[in-house]
């Protein structure tokens, strides 16, 4: 079992930044791939940013592509989210998940994601 813990999220103004964190627990932690997905009111999850199992393949959403960075640091079992340049469009609750799958290509797809966090509210005023 997987318990995923999001912490970061808070009220910043249009260009600001701020780094979400995900804790995880469970050995088994390091061998999973990681997305973090987000979800406006009244709207889909959708998918945000993803990285896989050693760190060194990832992969992002066109919306945040060049503004978001995901990391991970497995001997810390936590995975990271550094949101640079935000917009009101930002807006919405973060999540991060778990893909215990070993997949040839990283996953886009919320269904394929096992485990999941509670959510952190990330605002962003104009």
């Known amino acids: 079992q997987v318990q995923l813990v999001e912490s970061g999220g808070g009220l910043v103004q249009a260009g600001g930044s701020l780094r979400l964190s995900c804790a995880a627990s469970?050995?088994?932690?390091?061998?999973?791939?990681m997305g973090w997905f987000r979800q406006a009111p009244g709207k889909e999850r959708e998918f945000v940013a993803t990285?896989?199992?050693?760190?060194?393949?990832?992969y992002y959403a066109d919306s945040v592509k060049g503004r978001f960075t995901i990391s991970r640091d497995n001997a810390k079992i936590t995975v990271y989210l550094q949101m640079d340049s935000l917009k009101p469009d930002d807006t919405a609750v973060y999540y991060c998940?778990?893909?215990?799958?070993?997949?040839?290509?990283?996953?886009?797809?919320?269904?394929?994601?096992?485990?999941w966090g509670q959510g952190t509210q990330v605002t962003v005023s104009s």
């Open positions: 469970g050995r088994i932690f390091r061998n999973y791939a």
């Open positions: 990285i896989n199992w050693s760190g060194d393949n990832t």
């Open positions: 998940a778990a893909d215990s799958a070993h997949r040839m290509f990283l996953s886009v797809t919320v269904k394929e994601y096992v485990y």
